[in-house]
Nanobody, 122 residues
Framework: QVQLVESGGGLMQAGGSLRLSCAVS????????MGWFRQAPGKEREFVGA????????WYADSVKGRFTISRDNPKNTVYLQMNNLKPEDTAVYYC???????????????WGQGTQVTVSS
């Protein structure tokens, strides 16, 4: 059974930092691209960033570039989203997901976690 489990969300003041984790199990994702998405209330789910598990290549949305960093820990089968200099507009439920190729399209990701809430107060 494939599982992606996010953790690390919470409440943070603007300017603070949080690190989200996505633990994967049930299959090998070494050939996959792991994406991070977020969805704010009343808005569509949007791409945040992604990492190609095998090479460590990363991509970021313009809105988070320079503030967020994605990494992975192979032995732990875990992908991380380090979020620095958080802003109130970063408030959303954050999801990790897996796709066979890099894309920013939500519908191209095959596996999804349950999400973790991030709330940034001003």
């Amino acid at each position: 059974q494939v599982q992606l489990v996010e953790s690390g969300g919470g409440l943070m003041q603007a300017g603070g930092s949080l690190r989200l984790s996505c633990a994967v199990s049930g299959r090998t994702f070494s050939s996959y691209v792991m994406g991070w998405f977020r969805q704010a209330p009343g808005k569509e789910r949007e791409f945040v960033g992604a990492i190609r598990w095998s090479l460590g290549t990363t991509w970021y949305a313009d809105s988070v570039k320079g503030r967020f960093t994605i990494s992975r820990d192979n032995p732990k089968n875990t992908v991380y989203l380090q979020m620095n200099n958080l802003k109130p507009e970063d408030t959303a439920v954050y999801y990790c997901a897996a796709a066979l190729v890099f894309t920013m399209r939500v519908d191209r990701y095959n596996y999804w976690g349950q999400g973790t809430q991030v709330t940034v107060s001003s």
